[in-house]
């Protein structure tokens, strides 16, 4: 399958409404297109049909319980998908559009397959102005998961979610970098409590401010009991791994630089750091990539996804970063990174 990548900057544009409405033509014949979000890329198709369900999962080499997101233009419209409440929309009025995805109980509308046979689906309604164009042209639903290949790290622009997909989509949507950069926050709605499944760009704290009770899945920070089950399919799965070896280091700022000094000689230069601007003039600035300054977690957010991919073609023998806090958008960030290092913490 040849794809067609085509940039959009403005949703204005006669070229840009041309390929928009191109791409809602490929949708409705049941085809792909990468769309760009606010969080990361998305892998869309027809959110109402079984069978773009199946093309999106075997195009990811995604297991097909796994379940999908549905994005939609405006809160309003999960009425038609699923069975909304008073909460919904507290959290509807506060955070939407933007990186929140609600899990509620599911009509027939949506396909079994596209939520992995649960009984429940995922909502989200995207802020990135290209997703809610083709959403509005398409005027259905798109499921989409990240539009990474299943296994790598969720792409964070255009390029990235080519190098994973290019031949297995009808079409590429440009729309640049990624703003936020983490996948959305995902919670699961049960009467008047929410359950965190997925920490993302709308924070802990925030969600608390909505609902007196919250609850935060296990499987957010520890690591998963043989044969335990949790509520997030996805959770299951490995993830955001990079080929190379990935070691969080627990301890000070001085310690990290120590530490990794000290590993480079000792083997001959051979560990790629992710490490905070600045650290790169004591850390011998070879393999090394920075995400920010050192307390700024909403550009670590947008660069974290990018540096494993970046850090993974060094060919070292290891990838060093900070173990990041629990706090804020950190949880976020603990969350990925913990498992794109498969839960291999150092204490320095
Ligand atoms: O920011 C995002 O959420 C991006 C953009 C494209 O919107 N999408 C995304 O989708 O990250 P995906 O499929 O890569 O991750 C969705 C997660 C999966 O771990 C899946 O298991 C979980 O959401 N999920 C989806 N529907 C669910 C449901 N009904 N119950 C429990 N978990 C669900
Ligand atoms: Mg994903």
Do not use: W
């Amino acid at each position: 399958m040849e794809t067609r990548i085509v940039k959009i900057n403005s949703t204005d544009g006669e070229d840009a409404k041309k390929a928009l409405r191109d791409a809602a033509d490929i949708l409705r014949r049941g085809g792909l297109v990468v769309m760009p979000t606010e969080t990361v890329y998305g892998l869309g198709g027809d959110a109402t049909s079984a069978d773009a369900a199946e093309k999106i999962y075997r195009a990811k080499g995604r297991p097909s319980n796994n379940p999908l997101i549905i994005h939609i233009a405006s809160p309003e419209e999960a009425e038609g998908y699923c069975h909304t409440s008073l909460l919904y929309y507290r959290l509807a009025e506060a955070f939407m559009p933007g990186p929140l995805t609600v899990i509620m109980p599911k009509k027939d509308t949506v396909p079994l397959s596209v939520t992995g046979g649960l009984d429940t689906v995922a909502v989200r309604c995207p802020a990135h102005k290209v997703a809610g164009a083709l959403i509005r042209e398409f005027g259905r639903p798109i499921a989409a998961p990240s539009a990474n290949v299943s296994g790598r790290p969720s792409p964070t622009c255009a390029e990235y979610a080519a190098e994973d997909l290019s031949g297995r989509v009808d079409m590429i949507i440009d729309g640049g970098e990624c703003e936020i950069g983490l996948e959305s926050t995902i919670v699961k709605i049960d009467g008047d409590s929410l359950t965190l499944l997925r920490p993302g760009g709308i924070t802990l704290d925030a969600l608390n401010m909505i609902c007196e009770s919250v609850s935060v899945s296990r499987a957010v920070t520890e690591q998963l009991r043989e044969g335990e089950t949790v509520e997030s399919p996805g959770m299951m799965y490995r993830h955001y791994s990079p080929r190379t070896p990935v070691v969080l280091l627990d301890g000070g700022d001085e310690d990290f630089v120590s530490f990794i000094c000290y590993e480079q000689q000792r083997t001959g230069g051979k560990c790629a750091v992710i490490c905070y601007d600045g650290e790169e003039k004591f850390v011998g600035e070879k393999n090394v990539i920075t995400i920010g300054e050192r307390d700024d977690l909403a550009s670590h957010g947008k660069h974290l996804f990018t540096a494993l991919r970046v850090a993974d073609t060094f060919g070292c023998e290891v990838i060093y970063a900070h173990l990041p806090p629990k706090n804020g958008l950190g949880l976020a960030l603990y969350n990925r990174m913990i498992r794109a290092a498969a839960h291999t913490v150092r204490k320095i």
